[in-house]
């Protein structure tokens, strides 16, 4: 079956530069995750949808970063007025049940350079 | 909150040997306990789990042990393989909070 796909799989911005990523779960997973990964770095969690729910957005760097799940499903990552430190790649990753305990399955990735 | 650390950073092992990773964590609350392997412009993909109410598990060539007392826990990969060479991440998590990886190991198999 189809897994976590996500697009655009490259992103180029200029500083100041508002965009949005995009993430297409698994269908019929419950969780999705969004981890910011540096080269060189493990993921870092930015937030976590429960169906539409946003229950935990604890790592979002700042407020210019907003993440959205409005019908449970495809979820979107907007970051506004882009900085250089935002480049990274952005992943996402869905699960089938509501804990955090269970098999996260990751997208290949967006990866963001700010120049 | 949780705080993972993971060495070494970068392994070299003969193909054929063995290879450990080896990670630590601070939030006695942990009690899941997974690894991801990711290949060179792959995503993470899960290989193994444990939980806490086991020492270790066992899958095919790969281990992972649990010191839940110490706080620690470690990858063994027996038979090492060129397929095997890719970075891998520890992670812990308790049930009601998010999961925290470790920074990584990048493991090179050498022929």
């Known amino acids: 079956g189809a897994g976590v796909s996500q697009s655009p799989r490259y992103k180029v911005a200029k500083r100041g530069q508002d965009v949005a990523l995009r993430c297409d779960p698994i269908?019929?997973?419950?969780?999705l995750f969004w981890y910011q990964q540096a080269l060189g770095q493990g993921p870092e969690f930015l937030t976590y949808f429960q169906n539409e729910a946003q229950l935990d957005k604890s790592g979002l760097p700042s407020d210019r970063f907003f993440a959205e799940r409005p019908e449970g499903s495809v979820s979107t990552l907007k970051i506004q007025r882009t900085q250089q430190e935002d480049s990274a790649v952005y992943l996402c990753a869905s699960s089938l049940g509501v804990t955090n305990q269970e098999t996260q399955y990751f997208g290949p990735g967006t990866r963001l350079l700010v120049l | 909150g949780e705080n993972v650390e993971q060495h070494p950073s970068t392994l070299s092992v003969q193909e054929g040997d063995s290879a450990v990773i080896k990670c630590t964590y601070s939030?006695?609350?942990?009690?899941?306990f997974p690894w991801y392997k990711q290949e060179l412009g792959k995503r993470p993909q899960l290989i193994i789990d444990i939980r806490s109410n086991v020492g270790e598990k066992k899958d095919q060539r790969i281990a992972v042990t649990l010191n839940k007392t110490a706080k620690h826990f470690s990858l063994h990969i027996t038979e090492t393989q060129p397929e095997d060479s890719a970075v891998y991440f520890c992670?812990?998590?308790?049930?009601?909070?998010?999961?925290?990886f470790g920074k990584g190991t990048r493991l090179h198999i050498l022929p």
């Open positions: 269908s019929g997973h419950v969780s």
């Open positions: 992670a812990a998590s308790n049930r009601d909070d998010k999961i925290i």
């Open positions: 939030d006695s609350a942990s009690n899941y």
